[in-house]
């Protein structure tokens, strides 16, 4: 039976899903970028909201910015928006879920007046977003916005034909202000530490260089709430479309799969009104700085210290990567030693504990994460989530040896593009080919790698962190045995 509205009296029989009448929902909410992780996270938490109480002005319009979105679109308009959410538990079982917060989906390269009329109407009092950490258009060494972006050159030049979130988001403020109508708050739920602030200071740019006295309005009534989100959400395969199939016979074109874990921490400070999500367990807080930077540097951090090595092994999954001894304590190793003491206090929180959820949670074995997704977009995450941890260790004097190791794999990784048995990784990353390029010159120049300034920024000028680089990249193309060499640096010291 196909998923679709008019099937889900139907489908509820077998599985739980909306009990709030969907066709009474109003866009509250206007999300950019839907994918699995808004699907398993917000659009849950706000499901769960319309089912507990009368909040039906909290329905969520999503956005695809994209062409690359049209496939979600196409899926979305056929299913009425309904998706299966399938939470799989450590023991095996599954728990599975219709979710139906989403009640409209805009493909805004078919319709950009629609989205921009969304964002503008008076019901919409949030646009949040999850546009990756690639999205924001932040030159990472400078922490400037990127002007140089030719969608960003041509939005200003066409203030009426935006293309990026900023374009979007700028057109639509202009007429809310034009309206006399309350902005909207700006919502980041991206791993890339002081969201808020980040897109705040982008958004400014962007609107300064196209609207000088609308950027004034923006800084002064818009609010960007900065907020930590956690939720392992691995790439739908076939075996979750399938087991639906089988198990309750509901094709979905694309359902999320998700952990039972989730976590969203958030700053509150809503320029017109918000969800009472305190309600399911949601945190508001006044300052959110220790919990990304906590989550960020361990968790997320931790996944590409296990990935990009668990790639060049072989390792197919991040619970394979667990499962192997070494790779589990080569983690662990680095967290502690390398993370740890950069941390701050974060209230209510044991920072040992913590990272033994992250380990646990990253040996679920029905997740079955892919190191495929985890290593995609490594040239985005990476000078969020590792390399500012060695910066802070050398500046501190503090231990650098694993971190290192990491960017000596990934220059490997970057340049062989295949694994030890010889088969060719899968490399999802839109610098891919500058990362190849940059890398193939290791044999003859062992720092070639770090001559990418968006990326390492100045650290090739550190002498100490030169050193430990050239030592870790000379050890990973002699030797030939990524894991042998994580097992030799467990056992120095
Ligand atoms: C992952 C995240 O993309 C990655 O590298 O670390 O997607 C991670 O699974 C989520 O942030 C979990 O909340």
Redo the contacts with the bound molecule.
């Keep these: 039976m196909n998923l679709n509205q008019q099937h889900l009296p139907e489908i509820a029989q077998r599985i739980p899903g909306p009990t709030y009448d969907r066709q009474q929902l109003k866009t509250g909410i206007v999300h950019v970028g839907v994918g699995g992780?808004h699907r398993s996270?917000q659009a849950y938490y706000v499901h769960q909201l319309l089912n507990a109480q009368d909040a039906l002005e909290w329905g969520i319009c999503g956005v695809g910015l994209r062409e690359a979105d049209r496939m979600m679109n196409d899926i979305m308009q056929r299913q009425d928006c309904l998706y299966t959410l399938v939470t799989q538990y450590p023991d095996g079982t599954a728990k599975s879920e219709v979710i139906g917060s989403i009640h409209e989906y805009l493909l805004a390269v078919d319709a950009p007046d629609a989205v921009i009329d969304r964002m503008a109407d008076p019901d919409t009092k949030i646009v949040s977003l999850t546009i990756t950490?690639g999205g924001y258009n932040l030159n990472s060494t400078t922490g400037e916005f990127n002007l140089d972006n030719p969608d960003v050159q041509y939005e200003l030049a066409h203030p009426n034909e935006p293309r990026t979130v900023f374009g979007y988001l700028t057109a639509a403020l202009k007429k809310r202000r034009a309206n006399g109508l309350l902005p909207f708050t700006i919502l980041s739920c991206d791993?890339i530490q002081h969201n808020g602030a980040v897109t705040r200071k982008m958004l400014l740019t962007f609107a300064g260089n196209q609207d000088a006295d609308l950027a004034e309005w923006i800084a002064s009534e818009v609010t960007f709430p900065n907020s930590m989100?956690?939720?392992?959400?691995?790439v739908t395969t076939a075996e979750v479309t399938d087991y639906l199939q089988r198990e309750y016979d509901i094709t979905d074109e694309w359902c999320v799969v998700c952990e039972p874990f989730i976590?969203w921490v958030i700053e509150d400070k809503f320029a017109n009104g918000r969800p009472p999500l305190e309600t399911l367990g949601v945190q508001f807080v006044p300052d959110v700085t220790p919990y990304e930077k906590m989550?960020?540097r361990l968790?997320?951090?931790?996944?590409?210290v296990l990935?990009i090595p668990g790639a060049i092994h072989g390792h197919p999954t991040i619970d394979a990567c667990m499962d192997d001894a070494v790779f589990a304590r080569f983690m662990r190793r680095f967290m502690d030693a390398e993370v740890t003491p950069i941390l701050d206090p974060v209230e209510g929180i044991d920072i040992d504990e913590y990272k033994d959820t992250v380990a646990a949670r990253f040996a679920n074995p029905n997740i079955k994460?892919s190191v495929s997704?985890?290593?995609?977009?490594?040239s985005a995450?990476l000078p969020k989530?590792l390399i500012p941890t060695i910066r802070e260790n050398l500046d501190r004097g503090g231990d650098i040896r694993l971190g290192t190791f990491i960017l000596a794999a990934w220059c490997y990784y970057s340049d062989k593009q295949v694994d030890e048995h010889n088969q060719a990784l899968q490399i999802i990353d839109e610098q891919k080919e500058q990362l190849h390029r940059a890398a193939q010159g290791t044999p003859t120049d062992w720092t070639s790698f770090l001559q990418q300034p968006e990326l390492f920024g100045d650290l090739p000028e550190n002498q100490r962190f030169v050193e430990e680089y050239t030592r870790a990249v000379q050890s990973v193309y002699r030797e030939g045995d990524i894991r042998q060499l994580m097992q030799g640096l467990l056992s120095d010291r």
């Design positions: 992780f996270h950490e791993n989100v956690d939720r392992i959400t691995p976590q989550k960020i968790l997320n951090a931790g996944h590409s990935g994460d997704r985890i290593c995609s977009e490594s995450k989530f």
